[in-house]
């Protein structure tokens, strides 16, 4: 079973931040400095209600800009899992180009995919994971994902994205396009 902390920051807090303010949001984790200050405040929030020693080091907490198929995702690199349901990352994918809406109202949500460990035997190839997403409260299995804990595994999760996402509509932007940033 996940620990409490690090499933509430990845499953919980952190999607609902990046859903009720996409733009503000996107504006902060775009500056480093912001981006790390909020990350370890989400961090510790996620931790308001969970006994002392059942706390989490925020250990390799760190975000990564890519491009997906055409579209602004930032990855988010996670404190390793030690049980099923918590996640190696976890990523908010921009459908939209960095145009500000009017109103908030017409802000567009980013979508929210984790790359979550799963019951299975780690092996030399890696752990079992499987990649989801989450829609408001509503979470889904995307199948098997890529094997967890090993060097390529950010990149690996990306390309699943990527698979999951398919090409922009009206676009040039070739299928499995992944652009480091």
Known sequence: MARL???NFTHVLLPQLAWRRPA?????????YLARE??????????ENVAPADRVNPKGLRLTWHEV??????????????A??????????YEEDDEPAETEAEETRPRYFTLEATLGLSGPAG???VVGEWAGEHHRHL???PAGGRPNTAEAFLEALAG?????????????????S
């Open 5 to 7: 902390h690090p499933y």
């Open 127 to 129: 752990t079992p994971t």
């Open 24 to 32: 503000s949001v996107r504006r902060e984790l775009s500056d480093p």
């Open 69 to 82: 198929a055409g579209r602004t995702t930032a990855l988010f690199h996670l404190p390793a899992p030690q």
């Open 84 to 93: 099923t349901m918590e996640a190696h990352f976890s990523a908010l994918v």
């Open 164 to 180: 999951v996402l398919g090409p922009q509509p009206n676009s040039n932007v070739p299928f499995m396009r992944i652009v480091r």
């Open 143 to 145: 199948g098997r994902g």
């Open 38 to 47: 909020l990350l370890l405040y989400v961090w510790d929030k996620a931790a």
